[in-house]
C-alpha cells in the first residue's frame, strides 16, 4: 500500500501519545550493545597482571596490549558508518553481537602475543562500530520529548557492562592459572543475548525512508506515536532529504557543515581525554599502587562499577530537563577539580581510603555528566543527511583519542608519576570546561530535523 504525504503537517501543535512501552524495549535491546562495550573495553582491567606475566610484557608492550583494542575500534567506526548507511542499523548490529562473540573466546585463548592483540583489535572493531550504531538508532527511533533519555540509557548500558566485567574478573580471580583466559571468554555469554534481542527490533525509520521504503518507516513510526506522529514525522524526514546528495566523508569539510562536525569531534575527543579511562583499565592496579591488598583492589574495582551505575540515574533524570550543555558545563569543571584532588593525594601520599574517595568521585562525576551526554549529543547534532559519515568521524577521533590516553598511561605513571599524570587531566577537564561554555549548542526537546534546521542555519 502506498503512503503520500503532500502537505506538511502542523508538527509543533502535536500532543504525542508516545509507546513508551515500544520505545523502552527497542532502546533496552539497541543498548545491550553498550552493555558489550563496556565490558569488552574493562574486562582487561582485572586481566593485566596475569597476561602481562605470561607473555612477559614490559610497560610499553602492556600499554600496546591495553590500548590496541581502540584502534581497532577506530577503524570499526570508521567503516561502520559506511555499513550502517548501506546495510542499516540493525544487520550491523548483528554482525557486530557475532563478531563479540567469537573474539571474546579468541582473546582469551591466545597462545602468543601478536594472536592476542589481532584477537583484541578484532574485537576493538565490534566495539567500534558498536558505539558508532547504537546511539544513532536510539535516537532516530524515540520521539523528541524522550530522545535524550532513551540515547542516555545507552550509556547505562555501557555501566552495566563495566559492572559486569569488574564482576566477572573478581569472580574468577581464583579460578587457577587460565583465571585471565575464562575472563575474555565470559565476553560471548552477553554477545549471544544481544544477537537474538536484535530479532526483535525494527529498523531505524530514517533509514527506511532514506532507502525510499515509506510504507515501512510509517508502520514503525505509527507503533511509536501513533498515525498522526508518524505522518508528521514522516514529513519532516522526507523534508530533510529532499536536498539530499550522494555525501562522502569530504563534504564533511565543506564550509556549511564543518563547524557541525568540528563541535562533535571536539566533544568525542575531550570525552575520552579527561581521564576515566586510566581509572577504568587500571583501578587494580592503582588501589594496589595505594598500599591495597590485591583482593581488595578487586573488589574496590566493583564499587567503581556500583558508583557508575548509580551516577548514570542523575543524567537519565536530568538530561531532558537540564540540558546538553549545563551537564558537559558542570561535568568538566567538578571533573577538573577531582582530577587535582588525585594529583595532591599521590604527591602526597595520602592514605588508600582517599585515593577510593577522588576516584569514586571521579566515576560519580563523569557517570553522571560527560558519560551519557556525549552520546546523546554525537547522535543528535549531525544533520540526517550526513550522520553516517560524520558519526564515523567523530567516533574514529574518540577511539584514536581513548587509545593514546590508554595506552600511555602505565608509561605516563613510569616517567612522570601519578601526581603529574592527573594534573596533567586537570588541565584537559578545563580546557573542554571553556570550549563547551563558547562553542556548544543547546539541544534539549528539539526533534534532529529541528537541530539541522538550526544548525545549518547558524
Keep these: 500500500?502506498?503512503?503520500?504525504?503532500?502537505?506538511?503537517?502542523?508538527?509543533?501543535?502535536?500532543?504525542?501519545?508516545?509507546?513508551?512501552?515500544?520505545?523502552?524495549?527497542?532502546?533496552?535491546?539497541?543498548?545491550?550493545?553498550?552493555?558489550?562495550?563496556?565490558?569488552?573495553?574493562?574486562?582487561?582491567?582485572?586481566?593485566?597482571?596475569?597476561?602481562?606475566?605470561?607473555?612477559?610484557?614490559?610497560?610499553?608492550?602492556?600499554?600496546?596490549?591495553?590500548?590496541?583494542?581502540?584502534?581497532?575500534?577506530?577503524?570499526?567506526?570508521?567503516?561502520?558508518?559506511?555499513?550502517?548507511?548501506?546495510?542499516?542499523?540493525?544487520?550491523?548490529?548483528?554482525?557486530?553481537?557475532?563478531?563479540?562473540?567469537?573474539?571474546?573466546?579468541?582473546?582469551?585463548?591466545?597462545g602468543s602475543f601478536p594472536l592476542f592483540v589481532t584477537f583484541r583489535m578484532l574485537s576493538g572493531g565490534a566495539v567500534g562500530a558498536a558505539a558508532l550504531v547504537c546511539p544513532m538508532y536510539v535516537a532516530e527511533i524515540s520521539p523528541a520529548p524522550i530522545r535524550g533519555q532513551m540515547v542516555s540509557f545507552y550509556q547505562l548500558s555501557i555501566v552495566i557492562g563495566i559492572l559486569l566485567a569488574y564482576l566477572s574478573n573478581y569472580l574468577l580471580l581464583n579460578a587457577g592459572v587460565n583465571n585471565w583466559r575464562w575472563m575474555f571468554s565470559t565476553q560471548s555469554v552477553p554477545s549471544l543475548l544481544f544477537f537474538v534481542g536484535l530479532f526483535f527490533v525494527a529498523e531505524s525509520p530514517r533509514w527506511l525512508i532514506r532507502k525510499k521504503r515509506l510504507p515501512e518507516a510509517i508502520a514503525v513510526l505509527t507503533r511509536i506515536g501513533g498515525q498522526t506522529y508518524a505522518t508528521a514525522e514522516a514529513y519532516q524526514i522526507r523534508a530533510s532529504f529532499t536536498q539530499e546528495t550522494q555525501e562522502s566523508v569530504g563534504d564533511l569539510f565543506r564550509k556549511d557543515l564543518w563547524p557541525i562536525v568540528f563541535i562533535g569531534i571536539v566533544v568525542a575527543v575531550f570525552s575520552q581525554a579527561v581521564g576515566q579511562n586510566s581509572l577504568f583499565s587500571y583501578a587494580p592496579d592503582l588501589f594496589r599502587q595505594a598500599g591495597m591488598a590485591q583482593d581488595f583492589a578487586f573488589l574496590q574495582s566493583i564499587i567503581i562499577g556500583v558508583i557508575n551505575f548509580i551516577f548514570?540515574?542523575?543524567?537519565?533524570?536530568?538530561?531532558?530537563?537540564?540540558?546538553?550543555?549545563?551537564?558537559?558545563?558542570?561535568?568538566?569543571?567538578?571533573?577538573?577539580?577531582?582530577?587535582?584532588?588525585?594529583?595532591?593525594?599521590?604527591?602526597?601520599?595520602?592514605?588508600?581510603?582517599?585515593?577510593?574517595?577522588f576516584v569514586l568521585g571521579f566515576i560519580a562525576i563523569y557517570s553522571a555528566t560527560l558519560g551519557p551526554v556525549t552520546w546523546v549529543a554525537l547522535s543528535e547534532i549531525f544533520p540526517n543527511r550526513i550522520r553516517g559519515n560524520a558519526m564515523a568521524l567523530a567516533t574514529l577521533a574518540l577511539w584514536i583519542t581513548n587509545f593514546f590516553t590508554t595506552a600511555s598511561f602505565p608509561v605516563m605513571k613510569q616517567y612522570w608519576g601519578l601526581p603529574v599524570t592527573f594534573g596533567f587531566h586537570a588541565i584537559v577537564c578545563l580546557a573542554y570546561f571553556l570550549f563547551i561554555w563558547v562553542r556548544m549548542p543547546e539541544t534539549k526537546g528539539k526533534s534532529l530535523e529541528e537541530i539541522e534546521a538550526e544548525l545549518t542555519r547558524s
Design 1 to 110: 500500500m502506498a503512503v503520500i504525504i503532500q502537505t506538511q503537517p502542523n508538527i509543533s501543535g502535536i500532543d504525542v501519545a508516545v509507546n513508551r512501552r515500544y520505545v523502552y524495549l527497542i532502546s533496552a535491546i539497541a543498548a545491550l550493545g553498550g552493555v558489550l562495550f563496556g565490558f569488552d573495553l574493562v574486562i582487561i582491567s582485572g586481566t593485566v597482571p596475569f597476561f602481562t606475566k605470561y607473555f612477559q610484557l614490559d610497560e610499553i608492550r602492556t600499554g600496546w596490549a591495553v590500548g590496541c583494542i581502540n584502534l581497532g575500534a577506530a577503524f570499526g567506526a570508521l567503516i561502520g558508518g559506511k555499513l550502517s548507511d548501506t546495510l542499516g542499523r540493525k544487520k550491523l548490529l548483528m554482525g557486530c553481537a557475532v563478531l563479540f562473540a567469537l573474539t571474546g573466546v579468541g582473546t582469551g585463548w591466545a
Design 312 to 357: 548514570t540515574f542523575i543524567a537519565i533524570g536530568t538530561i531532558d530537563r537540564i540540558g546538553r550543555k549545563k551537564l558537559l558545563q558542570y561535568g568538566s569543571m567538578l571533573l577538573c577539580l577531582d582530577a587535582l584532588a588525585l594529583s595532591a593525594a599521590f604527591y602526597w601520599q595520602l592514605p588508600g581510603n582517599w585515593v577510593l574517595v
